[in-house]
């Protein structure tokens, strides 16, 4: 009974997080109640405090599921000395653009979060997640970029910080044009020439 409890638990709160995203997608995030969300569901608003507390902590579950995988494969990065760290960067990034690209439900989350998000006061726990993901991105980037120099015994044309904000803001530019218009162009084949050409910038060049 126990088991049967915690599985219809977790089946709840998938549908919690399908009905948001859908939601989210058609009303956008600030113009969405937690009743509608609970109406999309087929649950009870009572159902959505069970799981999460308010809308914010929602909307960052929903998040979490698709940027988490991401994250883990970035936080990756240089611990095996024997990989070469440019080439784990590039794979790390193109591996999210290759999900964002190829995954149907990972691409509806990113458009929600590139498109649908104003940054109120009752999404400010949102604003804050972002942020948390942009400086911990910047930062893996930054000691990549740092090892890849060190190892190819060059000095970066700009300093390792500068260059990492520059590639993650290539990234997030790139994600955001596709996101508008999916069929504009091949999100990860374009996206691996511009990160490449922007790295060759820095005076880094792959073995």
């Known amino acids: 009974m126990v088991r049967r409890t915690k599985e219809d638990a977790e089946e709840t709160r998938h549908q919690l ?10 009303k956008g995030v600030s113009r969405t109640s937690l009743q509608d969300i609970a109406q999309a569901a087929g649950v009870t608003r009572g159902a959505i405090y ?8 929602l909307f960052n579950a929903m998040m979490d599921s698709a940027i988490l995988p991401m994250e883990q494969t970035m936080q990756q990065l240089g611990h095996d000395a024997k990989q070469d760290p440019l080439t784990e960067l590039e794979r790390a990034m ?3 653009m290759h999900s964002i690209e190829s995954d149907a439900r990972t691409r509806a ?3 929600v979060a590139t498109l649908k998000v104003e940054y109120v006061d009752e999404l400010l726990a949102v604003k804050e997640r972002h942020v948390q993901c942009y400086l911990e991105g910047t930062q893996q980037m ?7 120099a060190m190892r190819r015994a060059v000095t970066l044309a700009i300093p390792p910080a500068v260059a990492a904000h520059g590639l993650h803001a290539l990234m997030v530019g790139l994600i955001h044009t596709w996101v508008l218009e999916p069929t504009a162009f091949k999100l990860v084949a374009v996206s691996q020439a511009a990160i490449r050409t922007y790295l060759a910038g820095l005076g880094l060049k792959f073995r």
Do not use: C, G, P
């Not at 997080?17 to 058609?26: I, K």
């Not at 930054?142 to 090892?147: C, D, F, G, I, Y």
């Open 17 to 26: 997080l399908e009905a948001a995203q859908r939601v989210f997608a058609e």
């Open 50 to 57: 069970w799981h999460f507390k308010n809308k914010a902590e």
């Open 94 to 96: 193109l591996q999210t």
């Open 109 to 111: 989350i990113f458009e």
């Open 142 to 148: 930054q000691r990549s970029l740092e090892e890849s």
